[in-house]
């Protein structure tokens, strides 16, 4: 088959991540108005501002220019993709160390609620000639004790084998290489769908400009972002990324933690197989 769309571009990415985090403002409830909490966390900040023009004598031009491009991040609607990319690792670390059961990682600005809901064993939507070694990804939702939570939710979705998310990357049909599985009796699922690429951020946006200019790289390893809830359950945030993965150990959103690497095995039919557990602590 041909493709007839124009080369894709990630233009829109960024930028269609604002509405997203716009429509799901609430999720995860309200960070509270008390004013002392407030004063020190904006005076903190901005005394770790200060500190930076100090050490470095930051002058004039650099100031304005600074003020420039933060004007464009937010007329670009990138502040979503920046904060998540940049600053979400460290509160996410924060929350983990009141955190049991599998390790958790940063949302990132990607996720779409309500999803195509599916079966424990189960194809994710993709197109007719989607890209990409097949992969089998199966596991299963255990509490702390090991004891099966039926009917979990194991909430799915990744970029494709170009590395782009539906639902932000105009070219793709909605709800691609997205769905929400329900485990079966015994919290066991079978997810099949196909590698991701490594993830770009977009270069032609503000983000992707500072990256540029400050000399960096624009890569995230490539990964799978899940959910994974039950009844009476913390829900965690997670993702999984592939062993010997390009950019694994310099991933530009800091994401990566060991215990989140899967080792896939390549089967003769030449599908990709790997088994992930998930450990749920109570609510
Ligand atoms: C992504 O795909 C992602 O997972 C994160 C955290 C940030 C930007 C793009
Ligand atoms: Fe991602």
């Known amino acids: 088959m041909t493709t007839t769309h124009p080369l894709p571009t ?3 990415s960024g930028a269609n991540a604002s509405e997203a985090f716009r429509a799901s403002a609430g999720r995860v409830g309200a960070a509270g108005t008390d004013t002392e ?25 650099e100031f304005q220019a600074a003020k420039a491009w933060l004007m464009a991040l937010g007329e670009g609607g990138e502040w979503p993709l920046f ?5 979400e690792h460290e509160v996410e670390q924060v929350a983990e160390k009141a955190q049991r059961g599998t390790a958790g990682t940063i949302q990132g600005p990607y996720y779409l609620p309500d999803q195509v809901r599916l079966p424990a064993v189960a194809t994710l939507p993709m197109r007719t000639d989607e890209k990409g070694d097949r992969l089998v990804f199966s596991g299963q939702v255990t509490d702390l004790d090991g004891a099966p939570l039926a009917g979990a939710e194991v909430d799915f979705w990744q970029a494709d084998a170009d590395g782009y998310y539906s639902g932000f990357a105009p070219h793709l049909p909605d709800g691609n290489l997205r769905g929400v599985i329900t485990a079966d009796d015994e919290g066991r699922f079978a997810i099949t769908t196909i590698l991701p690429a490594p993830y770009q951020i977009p270069t032609d946006g503000p983000t992707g400009a500072m990256i540029a200019a400050a000399g960096w790289h624009p890569w995230r390893p490539a990964h799978l ?9 913390r829900q965690i945030t997670t993702q999984l990324y592939f062993s010997g993965g390009e950019w694994l150990e310099s991933d530009v959103a800091r994401a990566t933690k060991d215990e989140l690497v899967l080792s896939p095995e390549k089967r003769d039919d030449g599908t990709h197989r790997v088994a992930y557990d998930f450990v749920l602590e109570p609510a």
């Open 10 to 12: 990630a233009a829109g």
């Open 37 to 61: 909490r407030v004063s020190l966390l904006v005076s903190s900040t901005l005394e770790a501002v200060h500190a930076v023009i100090r050490e470095h004598e930051v002058t004039y031009p």
């Open 83 to 87: 904060l998540d990319v940049f600053v």
């Open 225 to 233: 972002h899940l959910m994974v809830r039950a009844d009476g359950h």
